[in-house]
């Protein structure tokens, strides 16, 4: 029998993880929103696993979710022994989204953030957020909450259209 190597066991521990869907977006993973942040191996037994996940806000309901999915998804690769950690400190920000989570949210009805969270000082008020329908960016808030508290509710002036937009963070 041959012995996998811990870089090999690493490599399908992070891609188990890796696979996990945002289950309030589930066309993202917890990898594209860059909520998965670390996926350790214990140096002796390779059938144990350490996930480090950060929420996207401290009061995130799927937290539990994306825990329970963590373990079943390594579970299913052959770990018998996983431990998520949730580490608040850095905070999540969209700025760790990638581009191609950007373009999925716009194709699943939801516009993405735009620009940068700001490092310090006063809030950005954004000018304009693109319909992830017709892409018209004559919009308004209806609501600084959307369906999820990490989203605002936008309706479109040109299709007329309701969506959410991800928040800039």
Not at 18 to 33: F, G, K, N, W
Not at 76 to 96: E, I, K, N, Q
Request: hydrophobic fraction near 40%; charged fraction near 25%.
């Amino acid at each position: 029998m041959v012995t996998a190597t811990r870089e090999s066991r690493l490599a399908v521990a992070r891609e188990a993880a890796a696979s996990v869907c945002d289950p309030e977006v589930p066309v993202l993973t917890i990898a594209d929103l860059g909520v998965l942040r670390g996926v350790r191996l214990d140096p002796d037994d390779h059938t144990r696993v350490e996930v480090t996940i950060t929420p996207t806000y401290s009061g995130c309901p799927a937290m539990e979710a994306i825990r329970d999915d963590l373990v079943l998804a390594l579970n299913d690769a052959g770990f018998a022994h996983v431990d998520v950690r949730t580490v608040l400190s850095p905070a999540w920000t969209t700025d760790w989204m990638t581009d191609a989570a950007k373009q999925k949210l716009r194709e699943f009805g939801i516009a993405p953030p735009t620009g940068r969270a700001p490092a310090r000082g006063p809030i950005r008020v954004a000018l304009g957020v693109k319909c992830p329908r017709c892409g018209s960016l004559d919009t308004r808030e209806v609501s600084r909450f959307g369906s999820t508290s990490c989203k605002a509710l936008f309706e479109c002036r040109s299709c007329l259209e309701p969506f959410d937009w991800f928040k800039v963070h």
